[in-house]
């Protein structure tokens, strides 16, 4: 099945062989840097995420493309679609800013400041000013604090980003290769193979 392209390959050498996968990796690595340069830029771990379920629909449907930007002094308010994760989730959720909530916890050991920290305790927040909110998916009929676990609300530090935009379905692929991990693979095998047997 490969007998033309290994014979080629034998032709060309190990040097050439040697180039295109150094060719490949810097492909690869152009990526990356890119990814994490806009990522950088826009103040977000993930500036691009895909929507994995139909808990937004009409707004988002499955396989929607979304760009985020998550700017450090911008405020969050109601209405707001954001993209957020709870610690030891590994999926980010998309949903809507139902309600938000600025709380100030004071820097010193005051009354005031043990009944605040005994509400806010699991959100652990360190003394200042800080804005929490609550979200809501616009398909589902509860608020999202189940999927908080434990939290009451959440917090800036819990946020990936705003919303900006998107680009229908585009994000299909993805999903199909989450799905189904053996594809991602034989996807990756297949690029790497043409990048190490391309002749240019």
């Given at each position: ?5 290994l ?7 190990f ?24 990522g ?9 995420v ?6 937004m ?6 396989g ?7 700017p ?5 308010h ?13 999926i980010?959720?998309?949903?809507r ?5 600025d709380v100030f916890?004071p820097f010193?050991?005051s ?39 434990g939290?009451?609300?959440l917090?800036?530090?819990h946020?990936?980003?705003?919303v900006?935009?998107f ?8 999903i ?11 996807l ?13």
């Amino acid at each position: 099945m490969f007998s033309n392209e290994l014979e080629m390959l034998r032709r060309l050498g190990f040097r050439h062989f040697l180039l295109q996968i150094l060719n490949f990796a810097s492909v690869i690595a152009s990526g990356l840097m890119l990814w994490k340069g806009l990522g950088l830029i826009l103040n977000t771990e993930s500036p691009i995420v895909v929507v994995l379920s139909g808990s937004m629909e009409p707004a988002f449907y499955r396989g929607d493309l979304l760009f985020l930007t998550n700017p450090p002094g911008q405020r969050y308010h109601t209405g707001d679609i954001t993209v957020y994760r709870i610690p030891g989730a590994e999926i980010p959720i998309v949903h809507r800013v139902l309600e938000t909530r600025d709380v100030f916890i004071p820097f010193e050991n005051s009354t005031e400041n043990r009944i605040i920290n005994n509400k806010l305790a699991k959100l652990k927040l360190p003394p200042g000013e800080h804005q929490l909110m609550l979200t809501k998916g616009d398909n589902n009929h509860v608020d999202d604090i189940d999927l908080y676990q434990g939290l009451e609300w959440l917090d800036r530090r819990h946020i990936i980003g705003k919303v900006r935009g998107f680009l229908p379905y585009i994000g299909y692929m993805a999903i199909v290769v989450n799905d189904f991990p053996q594809l991602k693979y034989a996807l990756l095998g297949g690029l790497g193979l043409l990048a190490v047997i391309q002749q240019q």
